[in-house]
């Protein structure tokens, strides 16, 4: 069934942090959603479908008939719903070209020490250095380059987080020292995604000092700042526990 904006969002409300991406794009009207309810109309289970299958909740498994010949380009989400809903649809999804599970959601609840940085809002001037520097980070998380399927597409996509007020760079002498982009925000929490460092910029703490200036930022105005992060990525795991993020729970993330 097709459920009703305050369904999900009372659903949502349950696990702000797990289902902060959930609650974004049903606040946005974006995508569409299917879901499980109870006798009393609460839902147990919830899916949006969109360019990625983001399933929350037991009994996700319910939802292979209808994501059946999907043409998104991934399942993401808590390790126990994603888990269910691979197991029921893999027959009738395309052939995964990359597992990643035991992703570790990390969040943060009070501010960190500032990292005296440069950390400012993102503005369309820095839309030719932050294109290349997201296409990258795109790249590097998923394999995919960005700009070889569509340049124009992803920059529209690189102002729009500009325009929305969900990118931030700390950028000196034309080198990006630090940026991430807000990938959800709602009321309860902000997941951040592609924090990235230029390359001949790394190795000096900068991330860290980075995190620390948004964690604070954000911080502001919003209970909780999370993210989520390959399990292999060893470095910038311990770049966010030493700013005082800790594991939350897992996610799962199966790439076509």
Not at 230 to 243: C, F
Request: hydrophobic fraction near 45%.
């Amino acid at each position: 069934m097709e459920p009703s904006q305050h369904q999900v969002l009372e659903f949502c409300a349950h696990a702000p942090i797990e289902r902060v991406f959930l609650e974004d794009v049903a606040r946005r009207g974006l995508g569409r959603f299917y879901a499980v309810e109870d006798a009393s109309g609460s839902l147990t289970a919830l899916c949006h479908a969109g360019a990625n299958l983001v399933p929350s909740g037991a009994g996700s498994g319910a939802f292979a008939p209808t994501v059946a010949g999907s043409r998104s380009r991934m399942i993401i989400g808590e390790t126990g719903a994603v888990t269910e809903l691979w197991d029921a649809a893999r027959s009738e999804l395309p052939p995964a070209r990359e597992d990643r599970p035991h992703q570790p959601v990390y969040a943060i609840t009070e501010p960190p020490p500032s990292g005296k940085t440069g950390l400012r809002a993102a503005t369309h001037a820095d839309v030719d250095r932050l294109v290349p520097a997201c296409a990258a980070a795109h790249e590097l998380e998923l394999h995919l380059d960005p700009l070889a399927r569509d340049a124009d597409a992803f920059r529209w996509r690189t102002e729009a987080q500009i325009d929305e007020g969900r990118s931030w760079i700390w950028l000196e002498d034309g080198v990006i020292l630090f940026k991430a982009e807000a990938s959800a925000w709602t009321p309860s929490a902000v997941q951040i995604q592609q924090v990235w460092v230029d390359p001949e910029a790394r190795g000096r703490g900068h991330g860290a000092r980075g995190m620390r200036d948004l964690a604070r930022l954000l911080l502001e105005t919003t209970p909780t700042v999370t993210l989520f992060v390959r399990a292999e990525n060893a470095p910038a795991i311990a770049t966010y526990e030493a700013i005082g993020m800790r594991k939350v729970l897992e996610y799962r993330s199966i790439l076509f």
